[in-house]
């Protein structure tokens, strides 16, 4: 199975807001409300975000959201933060009873 | 609080096996979820490996099916990969973590893998 797509590079000013998306298929994104959202900086392990599709775990700032419509699922961070500037990786569940991930996204706060 | 961490060689020669153990503390493995296993090559992203269910059901990467087998040992609270006749390309840090359908975490810290001779 190919992996979840998503830009390779996104950018914002502190304060702005980004929109990171992720598109994969029925079988995938589209067919379930599986979709996670993570975070990593360099040299760290990935931390949950965003789970569900639109569910923060408990300690994440409320300036992180998700939803998904149709295959695509989107990540957004409002007030954008200098410590926000990391990778950004979804993931979804998958009719085969598997996990896909996507490619990553590289966020520069500007 | 759940912990994960993984735990063997760094250093794997070509064609052997790649063993690596993720103990977890603060959870009974036997208790729920699924327990699996996720790899980042230097530079590049997330792939997922595999994982198994608490009642011991497996599921794995099409890709990586023929080479890889994930077990639990329930007596040490622990679960396993195993990946075998590894080349190169298999080199990565590899994570551990605990994982539902719509979320995977937490995360071990990782450990890296490098197949070279």
Redesign the interface.
């Given at each position: 199975?190919s992996?979840l797509t998503q830009p390779a590079s996104v950018s914002g000013s502190p304060g702005q807001s980004i929109t990171i998306s992720c598109t994969g298929t029925s079988s995938d994104v589209g067919g379930?409300?599986?979709?996670?959202w993570?975070q990593q900086h360099p040299g760290r392990?990935?931390?949950?975000m965003i789970?569900?599709?639109s569910t923060r775990?408990s300690g994440v700032s409320n300036r992180f959201s998700g939803s998904k419509s149709g295959n695509t699922a989107s990540l957004t961070i409002s007030g954008l933060q200098a410590e926000d500037e990391a990778d950004y990786?979804c993931?979804s569940?998958t009719s085969?009873?598997?996990?896909?991930?996507?490619?990553?996204t590289k966020l520069t706060v500007l | 609080q759940v912990q994960l961490q993984e735990s063997g060689p760094g250093l794997v020669q070509p064609s052997e096996t790649l063993s690596l153990t993720c103990t977890v503390s603060g959870y009974s493995i036997t208790s729920g979820y699924f327990w699996g296993w996720i790899r980042q090559p230097p530079g590049k992203g997330l792939e997922w490996i595999g994982n198994v269910y608490h009642s011991g059901s497996t599921y794995y990467d099409s890709s990586l099916k023929s080479r890889v087998t994930i077990s639990v040992d329930t007596s040490k609270n622990q679960f396993s990969l195993k990946l075998i006749s590894v080349t190169a390309a298999d080199t990565a840090v590899y994570y551990c973590a605990r994982q539902t359908y719509g979320s995977t975490s937490p995360w071990g810290q990782g450990t890296l893998v490098t197949v070279s001779s």
């Open positions: 199975q992996a379930y409300n599986f979709v996670s993570y392990a990935p931390k949950l789970y569900d599709v775990p990786y993931s569940y085969s009873s598997t996990f896909l991930f996507g490619g990553g | -």
